[in-house]
C-alpha cells in the first residue's frame, strides 16, 4: 500500500496520498514521515504544525532518515512549536547524514564550516561536502570548490575549484561524467 501512496502523492493526488498514508500511520516510518510532510504544506489536509511534529518525531525514532532530516530543519528554524536548537538540528542532521540523506550531507558540511551547534571544523565539513557531491548534490560541490580555493579543511587546489565549478555550469548537460571524473582524479 506504501507504493501506491508514493504512487498518488507523486501524481499530485494528494487526497488519496493522504488517505493511504493515514491507514499505514501506526506501522510504516515512511508513511508517518510522508503524512509530517504533508501536513506541513497543507497537501491533502489542512497545515498542522502539532501533527507535523508528531509525525516527524514518530518516524525520526524509528531512525526514518527524511524524518531526521525535516525535524533538523524544524529545530534549526524554530519551526512547528519547537524552540530553535542548532544543537540539536546538528544532531539530527548528522544521524540523517549518516543515513545517506545528501541535503542533509551538506547541512553538516555547512554547520561544520561555521561552527553552528558543533565546533568549528574544515576537514570534517570539506568531508560531508565531498559525500554530498559524491551523490550528485550541487550546493555540497558549490562549497567543497570554495574550501579548495581557500585551502580550509583540504590543501588549496585551484584544478579541483575549477573543477567543482565546472560540475555547476555543466548541471543539465554530463554532470554524472564530471562527477566521475573528479572522483577518479582525486589522490
Known amino acids: 500500500m506504501i507504493k501506491q501512496a508514493h504512487e498518488a502523492y507523486n501524481k499530485q493526488d494528494y487526497k488519496t496520498a493522504f488517505e493511504l498514508y493515514l491507514k499505514l500511520k501506526d506501522s510504516d516510518k515512511d508513511a508517518m514521515t510522508s503524512l509530517g510532510y504533508m501536513y506541513q504544506n497543507g497537501q491533502g489536509c489542512d497545515r498542522d504544525e502539532v501533527k507535523t511534529l508528531e509525525y516527524y518525531e514518530k518516524a525520526a525514532e524509528l531512525k526514518q532518515p527524511y524524518a531526521l532530516f525535516n525535524l ?12 530553535a ?21 551538506y547541512e553538516v558540511a555547512l554547520m561544520l564550516e561555521r ?13 560531508w561536502y565531498e559525500e554530498g557531491a559524491k ?6 560541490f558549490n562549497n567543497l570548490g570554495a574550501l579548495y580555493k581557500e585551502g580550509h ?27 566521475l571524473v573528479f572522483f577518479m582524479t582525486k589522490e
Do not use: W
Not at 72 to 83: F, R
Not at 89 to 104: C, Q
Not at 115 to 127: K, P, Y
Open 72 to 83: 533538523a530543519i524544524l529545530y534549526m528554524n524554530g519551526l512547528c512549536g519547537v524552540q
Open 85 to 105: 536548537d542548532q544543537f540539536k538540528a546538528h544532531e539530527l542532521h548528522m544521524e540523517a547524514a549518516t543515513r545517506e540523506v545528501p541535503p542533509a550531507m
Open 115 to 127: 561552527g553552528l551547534g558543533c565546533l568549528q571544523n574544515f576537514s570534517e565539513a570539506a568531508f
Open 135 to 140: 551523490r550528485g548534490h550541487l550546493e555540497s
Open 153 to 179: 579543511g583540504v590543501p588549496q587546489d585551484d584544478a579541483r575549484t575549477f573543477v567543482c565549478s565546472l560540475v555547476l555550469l555543466m548541471v543539465d548537460c554530463h554532470k554524472d561524467f564530471i562527477i
